[in-house]
Structure formats: C-alpha cells, structure tokens
C-alpha cells in the first residue's frame, strides 16, 4: 500500500492520501481523544500522542500535529497507523458518519434560503477545500439579520489564512447568489 502525502496550507496539518475511499457519504473530524472512540483509525492516531486533531474526507486524513511537534517525528509513526488500520479491514467508524450540517429544521421562506446555502456549500465551497485537505459545514442561519455561521474542519481548523478563505471566498459567493446573506461567521 503507497499512502501519498500533501502539505496543507497549515502548516500544523498534513494531509495523507491512502489511494482509498477513506469515508464514504460525509466527513468526520475528531477533536479529542473521547471524540476518537468512534474510529479505530482515529483512536490509533491520537494514541501516537502529539496528534491533536484527526479528519476524514471521501479519500483522505488530515492529521494535526501537536505545536512544537515536528513533521519529521510524526511522520512515519502516521503512515504507520494509517497502512495497520487499511490493511487489518477494520472499519472507520464504529458509530455512524455524518455530513456535519447542523440539522435544524427552518421553515418557510428561511428554509429555502438554507436549502440554498447548503447547495452552494456542497457543490462549489467543500470540494475546494477538501482539496486542501480540509472542509466547511453549515452551523445556522440567522434569518432577521442575514449571517451565516459556518464551521470549519480539517486542515481549515485553526489555519492562518483561514479567515481570508471565508471572508474573500465564501462570504463572496454566498452573497452573490443568496442575496439574504449579509455576512459569514465562523463558529469553533
């Protein structure tokens, strides 16, 4: 099994390609150590100890690395987990995977807006950034004042010029094709 890797613009994050569908359906990210009993792969990373944070997309896994950990460490220790998990045929997740959108139910005119900023998220926002080895999930929609609150996982999680994504990128293309969006916010 050849398990390529990509830098993200992270620098605290990796991302690692095993050449497999890593989660089917969704996305799933593991902020911590009780987060992690969901997943075998995941339990195996943070059990490494200076992995702080763990994200799979369709077919990859971003790895956060501890601050003052270094790369060089880590590396071949991740590699590692990721070739035991796909080579034991163990499941991802031992729970079910979600698509991360908060699912509130809105209605009337409030819930087509939403069912909009979904759409746009889902074909034109998340395939990018999961190209970084990241991505961005609706949290809510305030619909008296047009904000949206949007979450960001993965490599996108704590990355320098994750602002800059959401307010040059995002809020620009929410607010060209969903006229009630006023602004985007980022919630932790």
Not at 94 to 102: E, F, K, P, Q, R
Not at 106 to 130: C, F, M, N, S, W
Not at 142 to 157: F, K, N, Q
Request: charged fraction near 25%.
């Amino acid at each position: 099994m050849f398990i390529q890797t990509e830098p993200t613009p992270n620098p605290e994050v990796l991302k690692f390609l095993p050449g497999r569908e890593v989660l089917s359906g969704g996305a799933r990210e593991f902020r911590d150590d009780e987060e992690a009993d969901a997943s075998p792969l995941a339990r195996a990373l943070f059990d490494l100890g200076d992995v702080v944070r763990v994200f799979f997309g369709s077919d990859f896994v971003t790895v956060t690395k501890a601050e003052g950990t270094d790369w060089s460490h880590l590396k071949a220790p991740v590699l590692a987990a990721i070739m035991d998990h796909f080579t034991s045929g163990a499941p991802i997740l031992t729970t079910g995977a979600s698509d991360g959108h908060d699912q509130t139910v809105y209605e009337g005119d409030t819930a087509q807006i939403v069912a909009e900023i979904k759409d746009l998220l889902d074909t034109r926002i998340r395939p990018a950034v999961a190209q970084d080895g990241g991505d961005i999930v609706f949290s809510r929609f305030e619909a008296d004042t047009g904000v949206v609150y949007l979450h960001m996982r993965g490599a996108c999680s704590g990355c320098p010029s994750s602002s800059a994504t959401l307010k040059a990128g995002v809020e620009n293309m929410l607010k060209h094709y969903v006229p009630e969006v006023t602004r985007v916010e980022q919630t932790l």
